[in-house]
């Protein structure tokens, strides 16, 4: 998780965009090797898919040069969005760890609140509401939270 927080700093330093940093890992040999990390670079590139997990995610897959991270974990600085949780889904992802919260994006400013109850709308007029097989674990908030004031703080940053 330091990682994954540590990135998300460095791209707040950098200005590229929200504070949000992504690592996924693999075990290998009884230990953690992280495959790929990124943060979030929205600003940086125009992009409003370029955020740290999505950045992430294609990165160890180019890697592994494989589409199945099913071995692999993630370590988020936040509680991934829908579209994240979108490809983390099809990435094939298990487990993801992560600090802050969504209400915490949702504090500062990020909509992905409207999304989720866009989500929640259209899923509660379905029969079906089986769950994905996908385990999200918190961890680390109050170090996560520590990027996410140094961002709230900054007089440059971007709001999007």
């Known amino acids: 998780m330091n990682l994954a927080i540590t990135e998300a700093k460095r791209g707040v330093l950098a200005n590229h965009g929200g504070p949000f940093g992504a690592v996924i890992v693999r075990k290998q040999a009884r230990q953690q ?39 692999c974990a993630l370590y988020s600085s936040c509680e991934p969005c829908p579209m994240c949780l979108a490809a983390i889904y ?28 866009q989500i929640a709308s259209a899923t509660n007029k379905t029969k079906n509401k089986k769950q994905l097989p996908l385990k999200l674990v918190p961890l680390a908030r109050a170090d996560g939270l520590a990027v996410f004031k140094l961002w709230y703080n900054k007089s440059d940053k971007v709001l999007y």
């Open 33 to 71: 090797i992280a495959i790929a990390q990124n943060h979030n670079q929205v600003i940086k590139t125009n992009d409003p898919t370029a955020h740290a997990e999505m950045l992430a995610i294609r990165a160890a897959a180019k890697r592994l040069r494989r589409f199945d991270l099913s071995d």
């Open 90 to 117: 099809w990435a094939g992802i298990k487990t993801v760890y992560y600090s802050c919260t969504k209400q915490d994006a949702a504090g500062l400013g990020f909509k992905d609140q409207t999304i989720y109850q």
